[in-house]
Every structure is written in structure tokens, then in C-alpha cells.
């Protein structure tokens, strides 16, 4: 069994958004990721499918160009290879679950604004 929570230890980075390995699992990897308002992922893909949760805030999500306002509680699910974008219209907690393939310095190395 393993354990882990989206709001212990939560830390904002004034620059960019925070992200933070919390799990990994025989079938994912389980990210934070802390947005404070304004901040921004910029398009990118993964070779891999993902899922987001929105757990506090509200972000939109650009899917090919095409933005989705996700409040929160909100999820959405892509294929790998689907450029996609993340922008945070509040403060923010998202919860990112990764492939177990896929790599979290990738998602370090995502360019932001």
C-alpha cells in the first residue's frame, strides 16, 4: 500500500509551476503539479496517454489549439502524441498521472511562462 496527498507539503514556485513526483505505482506515475494564477505549460506532448485532475482551482487546457475552461473537480484524459497546453486562470492544484513509461523530467523540462 502506498499512501500520498495533493496538500501536504504544497509549495508554489513564484516563476513557474511546481511539480512534484508524489507516487510512483506497478502502473503510473502520480504528479502535483501547483500552479499560482497566471501560470502557463506551454504546448507539448507526450508519447504516452495521461489523465489531469483538476483538484483545486481552474485552469484551461489547450487541445490542439482548442482551450477547455476545467473548473475544479473536473478531469480530462488525451491519447500520447496530442499537443496539448495548460494555463492557470486561479491558483491551482493538478493532479498528472503518467504512463509508468513515461519520464517526469520530461514534464520538469516543459517550457513555461
Not at 483538484?55 to 476545467?70: A, E, P, R, Y
Not at 473537480?73 to 491519447?79: F, K, Q, R, S, V
Not at 495548460?86 to 523530467?105: G, Y
Amino acid at each position: 500500500m502506498k499512501t500520498a496527498s495533493l496538500t501536504k507539503a504544497l509549495t508554489y514556485s513564484d516563476s513557474k509551476p511546481k511539480i512534484d513526483v508524489l507516487m510512483e505505482t506497478e502502473m503510473s506515475k502520480e504528479i502535483r503539479i501547483a500552479f499560482k494564477k497566471g501560470h502557463i505549460m506551454k504546448e507539448h506532448k507526450t508519447p504516452f496517454p495521461i489523465v489531469v485532475e483538476v483538484f483545486k482551482g481552474s485552469i484551461d487546457f489547450g487541445v490542439n489549439g482548442v482551450k477547455h475552461h476545467l473548473p475544479e473537480g473536473n478531469l480530462i484524459a488525451l491519447e500520447g502524441d496530442v499537443p496539448h497546453d495548460l494555463k492557470a486562470n486561479k491558483d491551482s492544484i493538478v493532479r498528472l498521472s503518467l504512463s509508468k513509461k513515461d519520464n517526469v523530467n520530461r514534464v520538469q523540462n516543459i517550457r513555461t511562462s
